[in-house]
């Protein structure tokens, strides 16, 4: 893949705004999947290179998100004794970077059936903004009377995706702004959410949105579970993410002198309001 055709992946990853943290991750694998069977190295030491550098450059697109980092980090480590032969090193290099992406596909579907295991038949299950990992959750709840509350997720309502997610599992499902959330909370059993990164102590980074959720469900004595796989955790000693904004253009808010519109997508909820995070490999903490 020519470096300019790279770029405008890049640019395409740092403008995503419909995917979630570990499908933007995989997308990330799939890519750096096709560079490997597709350089134009002559050798193994420059190809690898060429690879770990393009793997920094996609893991600082999106700042938030654990996954993009972790993946790319682990890819990056694997290119460790390649074979001397390009062709043959590009190859297992691919492999390597699909093999992250079934394995982050499958930590999912783990994550969500541990979650499914504590939500009784019947439930309410509330969330907020647009999960994979919780559309899973959904999937497989779908046969045991469960419905659902959506809010919206502003700016760019991706609870209205969703909402026809659920709609075509013949989930029922109440969709709600997001400055209903504290009301809506009342006909909910449970709320869980998806995470884009979870931080060694414990709290989580997630759609703007998630912290008022958690609030309002402390407030209601409603347990509030965060279903991520384990590839979102961000390793000890690392500082916090910055909090990616996004063009205030996207709030269709009137343009005064005086004004400032700010338009953030992602913010941080203390551990304390968390009643567990729920992740493949050691269920519910």
């Not at 009784?120 to 419905?147: C, Q």
């Not at 502003?154 to 026809?164: D, I, Q, S, T």
Request: with cysteine; charged share 25%; aromatic share 4%.
């Amino acid at each position: 893949m020519r470096d300019r055709d790279f770029e405008t992946s890049l640019q395409r990853f740092r403008e995503d705004r419909e995917h979630g943290a570990s499908e933007i991750a995989r997308a990330a694998l799939r890519l750096m999947a096709d560079c490997a069977r597709k350089h134009d190295q002559d050798t193994t030491p420059r190809m690898v290179e060429v690879f770990r550098a393009r793997a920094a450059a996609l893991a600082g697109t999106r700042p938030s998100m654990a996954p993009l980092y972790n993946h790319m980090t682990k890819w990056s480590a694997s290119l460790e004794n390649l074979p001397n032969d390009p062709v043959m090193a590009g190859q297992l290099a691919a492999e390597a970077a699909e093999e992250l992406a079934r394995q982050s596909r499958l930590a999912a579907k783990l994550a969500a059936a541990r979650l499914a295991s504590r939500v009784p038949p019947g439930a309410a299950i509330m969330t907020h903004s647009l999960s994979s990992t919780i559309v899973e959750l959904y999937r497989i709840l779908r046969d045991r009377d469960v419905t659902a509350i959506v809010s919206e997720s502003r700016p760019l309502c991706e609870g209205y995706v969703l909402a026809a997610k659920l709609d075509e599992l013949g989930i029922r499902t109440t969709l709600v702004t997001d400055a209903q959330m504290g009301l809506a909370i009342s006909g909910a059993d449970v709320v869980a959410v998806g995470a884009d990164s979870i931080l060694a102590d414990g709290r989580v980074v997630n759609k703007v949105g998630t912290y008022l959720l958690a609030l309002a469900a402390r407030e209601a004595k409603k347990p509030f579970y965060v279903c991520a796989e384990s590839y979102k955790r961000c390793p000890a000693g690392m500082p916090d993410p910055p909090m990616e904004r996004m063009d205030p253009a996207e709030l269709g808010a009137p343009v005064l002198p005086g004004v400032t519109v700010v338009n953030a997508y992602f913010e941080i909820t203390p551990a304390a309001l968390v009643t567990a995070c729920v992740a493949e490999d050691d269920g519910i903490a």
